[in-house]
């Protein structure tokens, strides 16, 4: 009886210290470069650029997750110890929970070797489409400096912070020529969210089948604030659509919509599937930890 007592001790003991050893957490809110994630839980979103940037990260235990919401669970439940995101993303994430904060690391110094490709985002429109220069001399005339302020309204309003008027806006054609049919995740802070029932500062209806605006449901976002930009200048009516990620680029090549403005970087890959317009923003790489 003695023995087996102690045997189901033993048992109980090599459990509870490999469960202690399995959510045992490591700080890496001193990190100044990659090298000094070595050891750390580190995750990206599955399919993403983030995931591939992630393998440049030598001696970590490394994981996926299918969403972005995924990878936040994960880090508040101390299941990793960081997650890739992109700098905009970070700012949202820490603005709306004080317990997180981001590693400031620089691509190609301290942080991921990248190129503008990987780290910037565009427009994605069918093949051959002449609606790539159209939106592109529009993209033109927006400054720099419009788009980084405009990025930081976006991660304040998604942060739920109140914002008075919008850097960029332009008038709505009041007839317009045809419809701007837009693909987005609208989920996806501060590129792209879903507002219920109260739509936030400059929040457009988020559309269903039929081409039908869905009751009590609004996007908004940077790439909201530019795809209703694009189509004010082009004299059209926007409408935004929700997608899965997956399904974005077969929605624009079946022509179910126009164009993709999703936070979306123009990698080799996806530019063998549709074209994209110049960049609309560009990023840094970043790790999200807990404090």
């Given at each position: 009886?003695?023995?087996?007592?102690?045997?189901?001790?033993?048992?109980?003991?090599?459990?509870?210290?490999?469960?202690?050893?399995?959510?045992?957490?490591?700080?890496?809110?001193?990190?100044?470069?990659?090298?000094?994630?070595?050891?750390?839980?580190?995750?990206a979103q599955a399919g993403t650029f983030h995931a591939d940037a992630m393998m440049q990260i030598e001696n970590?235990?490394?994981?996926?997750?299918?969403?972005?919401?995924?990878?936040?669970?994960?880090?508040?439940?101390?299941?990793?110890?960081?997650?890739?995101?992109?700098?905009?993303?970070?700012?949202?994430?820490?603005?709306?929970?004080?317990?997180?904060?981001?590693?400031?690391?620089?691509?190609?110094?301290?942080?991921?070797?990248?190129?503008?490709?990987?780290?910037?985002?565009?427009?994605?429109?069918?093949?051959?489409?002449?609606?790539?220069?159209?939106?592109?001399?529009?993209?033109?005339?927006?400054?720099?400096?419009?788009?980084?302020?405009?990025?930081?309204?976006?991660?304040?309003?998604?942060?739920?912070?109140?914002?008075?008027?919008?850097?960029?806006s332009s008038e709505i054609p009041e007839n317009p020529t045809g419809t701007l049919r837009i693909a987005m995740?609208?989920?996806?802070?501060?590129?792209?969210?879903?507002?219920?029932?109260?739509?936030?500062?400059?929040?457009?209806?988020?559309?269903?089948?039929?081409?039908?605006?869905?009751?009590?449901?609004?996007?908004?976002?940077?790439?909201?604030?530019?795809?209703?930009?694009?189509?004010?200048?082009?004299?059209?009516?926007?409408?935004?659509?929700?997608?899965?990620?997956?399904?974005?680029?077969?929605?624009?090549?079946?022509?179910?919509?126009?164009?993709?403005?999703?936070?979306?970087?123009?990698?080799?890959?996806?530019?063998?599937?549709?074209d994209f317009t110049n960049m609309y923003y560009t990023s840094n790489l970043v790790v999200i930890y807990k404090?």
């Open positions: 009886m003695k023995r087996t007592l102690s045997l189901l001790l033993a048992v109980l003991v090599t459990v509870f210290a490999f469960v202690s050893c399995s959510n045992q957490k490591t700080d890496i809110s001193g990190a100044q470069s990659l090298a000094d994630l070595a050891g750390a839980k580190i995750a970590v235990k490394s994981s996926t997750y299918p969403e972005f919401s995924d990878l936040l669970t994960a880090l508040k439940s101390g299941a990793i110890d960081g997650y890739i995101a992109e700098e905009p993303t970070a700012l949202f994430a820490c603005l709306a929970d004080e317990t997180l904060d981001y590693l400031r690391l620089k691509n190609n110094t301290t942080g991921f070797t990248a190129t503008e490709n990987e780290t910037g985002i565009a427009i994605a429109v069918k093949t051959d489409s002449a609606l790539r220069e159209q939106i592109n001399s529009v993209l033109a005339e927006i400054s720099e400096d419009v788009r980084y302020n405009l990025m930081l309204q976006m991660a304040d309003l998604s942060a739920g912070k109140t914002v008075e008027s919008l850097v960029l995740e609208c989920a996806y802070e501060p590129f792209n969210w879903t507002d219920l029932n109260t739509p936030s500062l400059g929040a457009v209806p988020i559309y269903g089948e039929g081409g039908v605006a869905q009751e009590g449901r609004y996007a908004n976002g940077y790439d909201v604030q530019i795809a209703q930009y694009v189509a004010n200048k082009l004299g059209l009516k926007l409408e935004i659509y929700a997608y899965e990620w997956d399904a974005l680029i077969p929605a624009v090549q079946s022509g179910a919509v126009d164009a993709i403005v999703a936070g979306m970087s123009p990698t080799p890959d996806r530019e063998a599937e549709v404090k």
